[in-house]
């Protein structure tokens, strides 16, 4: 039966809000849900297939719903790659053959229709992993069509545009996406899988390995040929402008914000300045309006937020409060729920432990997760920096009357909220070990606390103000302020702010959106290049008009 016409039956309409809480799962590490496709299964063989596959997903939907995910998103399940790559495994299905099968080793199409069908019938949502920018090493198509593919030239130069879209990523066969049958493939492979029920969209893979004009064009048919397509890019890098001029030059729907990740796990993890969190969250501001940013803690790729974070569970759980406490699209990777570790490749992709799933952590999840929905004024409302210093952060979101706040104190001092800000309605949680309701606003947050709550407050306009920055130097070395924020270049310094000399110092003076931060350094070019401070960035919070001084 065709899945569109047992949708119809079935009266699943495809949902058109984006998700509210998404779930990873890497498809082969998640559960077996049945034995006979079990023909490469090697357990105890890291880089090997352990036999999970989309019967495990669907046998646990429940879990994941209960844990307050709406949504799926699944690794590649395509025809794919089974044997290994010079010791590297082909579990994790990026490698794949062709985009117009599902593989025999996930359960195939039939077990497709299956988890998509139960899915529309609990109401979530699925995003199915594409890859567009590569194929598997030995795939088919490069000897049926050997025109559809780049020059096989690694990347040598990662800052050369052209390098980086039309040279091979890790040696995989790059396909040139400027190629008329390959267009044409990569949207009827997507159109087939957007087919069926509960899909709604499609996480893309390595973006950044692919043409802005493909991108675009790409997310402007599928939305015209199937209707509402939600894109996810996947832009791994830390570059936040990168990120806000990808998502306007394709119009892109979503994506994954590793700008924030590196902050958050620098931050929380590593005791760096909470200034680092404030200034990538007062570029939220910077992005289209429609676009969204799924925040997330760790995935696949990278160290589990558990050994990331040393093996200390308060700050993973605080961690947590903060991506549900903002703007965007919290996301949990499976097996957070069991406090799964690894730092690096294969040990950070390990099977999900069932027997070792954690009550109390399942339920801060789930408890974050269903306060973030009745509330939509931490998905849609833009940061406001009340409060951002090495050890304290006061994040305020507002939709309307609608505010939320986050907060977050991890010095040794009472951290004083304000006062002004809330007039009824206080809802919220406040963590010390575990969460604790709150009907009412603090007056303070204790020391080693964090709080996340809403409430109705006077509404807010926008504004500026009025920075000056001086600085103290000599008049032979001009300094340039190069920064996170467009208008600081963007960590650009041929995009800095140029300083003029007083007479006595340095100076410029900038109108900044009020309560936000810019973190930055100061950059001095000579005819040898460009020279930047040694140390630490700055911070500058703007938060009122003032004169900032760098002595």
């Not at 490469?40 to 209960?66: A, K, M, Y």
């Not at 990523?169 to 957007?194: A, R």
Request: hydrophobic share 35%; charged share 20%.
């Amino acid at each position: 039966m065709k899945a569109s016409f047992l949708c119809h039956l079935l009266h699943c309409l495809q949902p058109t809000e984006t998700p509210d809480v998404l779930y990873f799962v890497l498809v082969d590490r998640f559960a077996n849900g049945a034995y006979q496709n079990d023909w490469f299964v090697e357990p105890q063989n890291p880089q090997g297939f352990h036999g999970g596959d989309l019967q495990g997903v669907t046998q646990h939907l429940d879990h994941i719903q209960n844990l307050g995910a709406d949504a799926i998103w699944l690794s590649p399940i395509f025809q794919m790659r089974t044997e290994d790559f010079h010791g590297h495994g082909a579990f994790h299905g990026y490698w794949t053959e062709t985009l117009q099968t599902i593989s025999p080793t996930v359960g195939g199409e039939m077990a497709l229709e299956q988890l998509t069908t139960e899915m529309a019938n609990k109401n979530m949502s699925l995003i199915l992993d594409i890859v567009y920018n590569h194929t598997s090493f030995d795939a088919p198509l490069l000897n049926e069509h050997p025109d559809w593919f780049h020059p096989a030239k690694p990347i040598v130069d990662w800052n050369d545009p052209t390098e980086l879209t039309t040279h091979q990523v890790h040696g995989l066969p790059d396909l040139d996406q400027s190629h008329p049958d390959v267009y044409h493939y990569l949207v009827d492979s997507s159109l087939k899988w957007l087919n069926y029920p509960s899909v709604i969209g499609l996480r893309v893979d390595a973006i950044r390995h692919m043409d802005n004009t493909f991108l675009s064009a790409i997310n402007t048919d599928l939305d015209q040929q199937n209707g509402s397509t939600w894109l996810l890019g996947e832009d791994f890098q830390g570059n936040p402008i990168a990120n806000i001029e990808r998502m306007h030059e394709t119009n892109i729907d979503a994506l994954f914000d590793f700008p924030l990740y590196y902050a958050l796990t620098n931050s929380l993890c590593d005791q760096h300045s909470l200034e680092e969190v404030a200034s990538i969250l007062s570029l939220d501001g910077h992005y289209p309006e429609d676009g969204t940013l799924v925040r997330f803690l760790d995935n696949h790729d990278l160290p589990r937020i558990y050994s990331r974070c040393h093996r200390d569970k308060q700050k993973v759980l605080t961690a947590e409060m903060l991506i549900f406490g903002v703007r965007g699209i919290p996301m949990i990777s499976y097996g957070t729920e069991t406090w799964s570790e690894g730092a690096t490749e294969p040990a950070n992709r390990q099977d999900m432990n069932w027997d070792n799933i954690d009550p109390l952590h399942s339920q801060h999840l789930a408890t974050l997760s269903d306060f973030r929905k009745q509330h939509p004024v931490f998905k849609h409302g833009l940061p406001k920096i009340l409060l951002a210093n090495p050890d304290q952060l006061i994040v305020q979101q507002q939709m309307g009357k609608d505010l939320s706040l986050l907060m977050i104190n991890r010095s040794q001092t009472e951290l004083p909220i304000p006062s002004d800000i809330c007039t009824k309605k206080v809802q919220g949680w406040r963590f010390e070990q575990t969460l604790h309701p709150i009907t009412t606003t603090p007056t303070t947050l204790d020391p080693n606390q964090s709080l996340v709550m809403t409430c109705t407050g006077a509404r807010q306009s926008s504004s500026v103000v009025t920075v000056t920055i001086a600085i103290e130097g000599n008049q032979e070395q001009q300094p340039m302020l190069v920064g996170s924020l467009p208008k600081f270049g963007g960590w650009n310094p041929q995009q800095g702010v140029q300083t003029r000399w007083n007479g006595e110092h340095w100076e410029t003076t900038l109108t900044l959106p009020k309560d936000s931060v810019v973190s930055f350094k100061l950059v001095y070019e000579s005819d040898n290049g460009f020279t930047w401070e040694q140390g630490n960035n700055r911070f500058l919070h703007s938060d009122t008009d003032k004169t900032f001084w760098i002595r």
